[in-house]
């Protein structure tokens, strides 16, 4: 299992302006992703970040809009910036748990609202 | 590109009552997965079904895997108010393929 720490938990910004989201795992991960969840809407990723290499973006998304680092195996940050109304959405960070497979752990999110 | 699509998009139940939710998807894949979302928070992993898999349980969920129809549904059984949550299918085209791709979700309401 994985255990992972998003801050923060909500946010309210300006126009323009720029918001980072932190993750942090307890435990060494290959893969972090950042997916995008807009109102009423399923995830969409965003980007696979990986150590000590620059981040892979999904089609739609760009690294001037969404820079990544990963400085580490264990933390992450997503910078979601010059916001817009268009950027409000819930953020979620999320990395395969060691030895279970597949399977997918999440952080609690980032709920971003831009006016 | 989004792969599941959830079916019903919504679901209001009574507390005891049985509910089941569907996903159908468009290509080959080696798994699915169902995960379970509070209030717009993160998500939990429920179960995985491979593709040579038909049916799994886990407590009070069962799921069934039609490979052939490319569809799979969650039934969860005497549903209580704290199921109340939003439950999406994703799907993995390759063995150790993350990330997944998600449905739509349905909204289950479970009411005391």
């Known amino acids: 299992s994985a255990v992972i720490s998003q801050k923060p938990s909500r946010d309210i910004c300006q126009r323009g302006t720029s918001l980072t989201i932190q993750c942090q795992v307890d435990s060494q991960v290959t893969m972090m992703f950042w997916y995008r969840q807009q109102p009423g809407q399923s995830l969409t990723l965003i980007a696979t970040a990986n150590q000590g290499s620059e981040a892979t973006y999904e089609s739609g998304f760009v690294i001037d809009k969404f820079p990544i680092s990963r400085p580490n195996l264990t933390f992450s940050t997503l910078t979601v910036s010059n916001m817009s109304p268009e950027d409000s959405s819930i953020y979620l960070c999320s990395v395969e748990g060691q030895g279970s497979g597949e399977k997918l752990f999440f952080g609690s999110g980032t709920q971003l609202s831009v006016l | 590109s989004q792969q599941g699509e959830e079916d019903p998009q919504a679901l209001s139940i009574q507390e005891g009552e049985n509910a089941t939710m569907n996903c159908s998807y468009k290509t080959s894949i080696n798994n699915l997965q169902w995960y379970r979302q509070n209030s717009g928070r993160g998500l939990v992993h429920l179960i995985l079904i491979r593709s040579n898999e038909r049916e799994k349980h886990s407590g009070r969920l069962r799921v069934t895997l039609d490979t052939s129809k490319k569809s799979s549904s969650l039934l969860i059984t005497a549903s209580r108010a704290a199921d109340t949550a939003s439950y999406f299918c994703?799907?993995?085209?390759?063995?150790?393929?993350?990330?997944?791709?998600f449905g739509k979700g349905t909204r289950l309401s479970v009411i005391a």
């Open positions: 994703a799907t993995a085209i390759n063995s150790g393929n993350t990330p997944l791709v």
